[in-house]
């Protein structure tokens, strides 16, 4: 591509015109004011629904502001976690030290909120000044009695990515530590499902129905006692597989248990899903019954589709999201819907994840690694796209350039999964791209 950053030409292709792999999983280019977040956000978004946990961000207030209420993960429960603690470190605590104000808060917090469970982040700051989280955290612990986990989530670490895998780790020392839930007879763990929107309580519906019972969900609607009995299901069903991936190695590893990697948008993804952990347990009446929802669930759903994807034929869409899994159901979805992928990039893929999306783009396609406002601005003009999909700091983006925006990033309040969930889909592109709102707006940029 001309008109780019040079050093980050091996990360943006056209397919059919470009015949190397996307390169991905490369630290950003200093300078290049990447559209990714940091590690402690990385590590927040994939604790944050556990909902009777406490959560403490050890930092400045901005920290804590950043993350606050990150996702719209619904707790059938309780809702500690959409409250955010912060020890708001000041001036006086970087030259005098932070471990005093980490232990009053502490202490202070459980006593007044009772949590299962509470997780302590450390922000870029205590990193810098170099406050013992983990010894205050080991100190608590034994006097209050509850896990006191510390999340060493230094922002300056690396990217939004090395934060997941510092909360897989944060959540492997909770794995294992009690059996006293009951264990249903063909059991999962859902590994990177957020109940955005309430999806898991969808996904558990589909589930039931086949007679699969979930064990355990990380994280959403998660609960402590929940994580430590993850140990003891049959199968890990991973999604969001950049996000929790590691945790089920890490299970695998120390408790043997089998993962499978699924996304649950969109129709095709979603009846796959079904149809793996049918066949893993290998009962023909579970297949059996996975086959039968899927045909009631696209019998009803299909016709409602139609009007949705005539409307919207030939539109053409820019995805700009998290992980590689998320852009391939997209771009599959999109196109059940009518509507074309013009710009499919990530901002945590990997090389590998980018020949999978490569191999279901259409010819044209560009591909994009780790992006940032004005590269993304300049794709959406050359490829003429109608819509941008994308998170919070690609909205921004679109509404400058005069296109419509649908979020499908963690802050949304849109079930978006299942069988409903496409039709949530459609209808939220359908109503975004045909507003009439577009035909008066003047490009900003
Ligand atoms: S980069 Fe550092 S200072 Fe900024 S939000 Fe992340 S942890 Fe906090």
């Known amino acids: 591509m001309s008109g780019f950053i040079r050093e980050r030409e091996a990360q943006i292709l056209t397919k059919g015109r470009d015949d190397f792999d996307l390169v991905g999983g490369k630290?950003?280019?200093?300078?290049s004011v990447s559209q990714r977040a940091c590690v402690f956000c990385g590590s927040r978004v994939v604790l944050y629904p556990i909902a009777d946990a406490l959560h403490?961000?050890?930092?400045?207030?901005?920290?804590?502001?950043?993350?606050?209420?990150i996702r719209g993960a619904l707790s059938s429960g309780p809702e500690l976690h959409r409250s955010c603690f912060s020890t708001d470190l000041r001036e006086r605590h970087v030259v005098f030290g932070g471990e005093q104000k980490l232990y009053q808060a502490l202490t202070e917090l459980i006593d007044k909120y009772r949590p299962q469970a509470a997780f302590v982040y450390a922000t870029c700051i205590v990193g810098v000044i170099g406050d013992d989280v983990q010894a205050v955290c080991r100190r608590v612990e034994r006097q209050k009695g509850i896990p006191v986990i510390p999340v060493m989530a230094e922002g300056f670490q690396g990217s939004k990515k090395d934060g997941y895998k510092v909360a897989c780790d944060a959540m492997a020392t909770l794995i294992g530590t009690d059996n006293s839930?009951?264990?249903?007879?063909?059991?999962?763990?859902?590994?990177?499902?957020f109940n955005l929107a309430g999806e898991l309580w969808m996904l558990?519906?589909?589930?039931?129905?086949?007679?699969?019972?979930?064990?355990?969900s990380l994280t959403g609607d998660g609960r402590v006692a929940d994580v430590r009995n993850a140990h003891r299901a049959a199968l890990n069903v991973v999604q969001c597989s950049g996000s929790m991936l590691h945790l089920a190695k890490l299970m695998k590893a120390k408790y043997g248990i089998p993962f499978i990697k699924v996304s649950y948008f969109g129709i095709e993804d979603m009846s796959e899903a079904l149809y793996e952990v049918a066949k893993f347990f290998g009962r023909e009446a579970i297949?059996?019954?996975?086959?039968r929802l899927v045909r009631e669930e696209l019998g009803q759903l299909l016709p409602a589709l139609e009007p949705y994807r005539k409307a919207l034929q030939g539109r053409r869409a820019a995805i700009y999201v998290g992980g590689a899994f998320k852009a391939i159901s997209l771009v599959k979805a999109l196109r059940l819907?009518?509507?074309?992928?013009?710009?499919?990039?990530?901002?945590?893929?990997?090389t590998e994840d980018y020949r999978l999306l490569k191999a279901i783009c259409d010819d044209g396609c560009i591909m994009v690694d780790d992006s940032n406002p004005v590269e993304l601005s300049e794709l959406v003009r050359q490829?003429?796209?109608d819509l941008f999909i994308g998170g919070v700091k690609e909205r921004p983006i679109a509404y400058k350039l005069g296109i419509g925006f649908c979020d499908h990033n963690h802050e949304r309040k849109l079930a978006l999964a299942g069988y409903e969930g496409m039709?949530?889909?459609?209808?939220e592109v359908h109503e975004t791209v045909c507003c009439p709102v577009w035909k008066l707006v003047r490009s900003e940029l």
């Open 27 to 31: 630290p950003s280019l200093a300078g």
């Open 56 to 69: 403490l961000v050890h930092g400045p207030i901005g920290c804590a502001a950043y993350t606050w209420d």
């Open 181 to 193: 839930k009951e264990l249903p007879p063909y059991s999962i763990n859902i590994l990177g499902d």
């Open 204 to 216: 558990t519906g589909y589930y039931r129905r086949i007679g699969v019972g979930i064990l355990a």
């Open 287 to 291: 297949m059996e019954k996975a086959r």
């Open 337 to 350: 819907i009518g509507v074309k992928t013009v710009i499919a990039g990530t901002q945590t893929g990997n």
């Open 383 to 385: 490829t003429g796209a």
């Open 423 to 427: 039709l949530n889909f459609a209808r």
